[in-house]
């Protein structure tokens, strides 16, 4: 049997609330409900909950292309309404996991891949922000490093018309198994 992790991907205040620099909107904040029951879900199995959260600096180079966003100690990085309370009502346990990230591939110079070894994790689940962007380039990134992928439809959002394109993307190119 799979030892699973789940994802949540960029659930920031930036990412999702309605004055975020680079917000989503309403397509994020609906699916908030959706990956607070399936975080605890996952807590209750004993498997990893692990919120990969950009963080950059005041002068990252990353927004020459973007508007500033989910700048480090700021509002707008923040974890995201109910989220964020839920975050906090659980940090303490070893399974709840903050995992700050530079770059839209959450295994992109972090110590994700080494969370999940420690952990004996195969299979990862990601939800969150934004489909076509951090989510299917985590997908990559786990698949690249050999971990099988499940994405939930209703569990993740992005700001484009390219949802369904990139889940079905995903399902064609790194096997993910979208649920």
């Keep these: 049997m799979d030892k699973e992790a789940l994802l949540i991907i960029d659930?920031?205040?930036?990412?999702?609330?309605?004055?975020?620099?680079?917000?989503?909107?309403?397509?994020?904040?609906?699916?908030?409900?959706?990956?607070?029951?399936?975080?605890k879900r996952f807590l209750e199995k004993k498997h990893p909950v692990i919120f990969c959260m950009d963080a950059h600096d005041e002068k990252d180079s990353?927004?020459?292309?973007?508007?500033?966003?989910?700048?480090?100690?700021?509002?707008?990085?923040?974890?995201?309404?109910?989220?964020?309370?839920?975050?906090?009502?659980?940090?303490?346990?070893?399974?709840?996991?903050?995992?700050?990230?530079p770059e839209y591939d959450a295994f992109f110079q972090t110590d994700l891949e080494d969370i999940l070894k420690q952990m004996a994790v195969d299979c990862v689940h990601l939800t969150g922000v934004c489909?076509?962007?951090?989510?299917?380039?985590?997908?990559?990134?786990?698949?690249s490093r050999g971990y099988k992928t499940v994405v939930h439809?209703?569990?993740?959002?992005?700001?484009t018309e390219q949802h369904e394109l990139f889940l079905n993307h995903m399902k064609a190119i790194f096997k993910t198994v979208i649920v």
Excluded at 66 to 92: C, D, F, M, R, V
């Design 11 to 39: 659930m920031s205040n930036d990412f999702v609330a309605d004055q975020g620099s680079l917000s989503a909107g309403k397509a994020a904040q609906t699916i908030v409900p959706y990956i607070m029951a399936t975080a």
């Design 153 to 159: 439809r209703q569990g993740t959002a992005t700001f």
């Design 131 to 143: 489909t076509d962007i951090c989510d299917f380039l985590t997908a990559y990134g786990a698949y």
């Design 62 to 101: 990353h927004f020459e292309l973007w508007p500033p966003h989910n700048i480090k100690g700021t509002w707008g990085q923040a974890i995201y309404g109910e989220l964020g309370s839920w975050y906090e009502a659980h940090k303490t346990d070893e399974n709840v996991i903050y995992l700050p990230k």
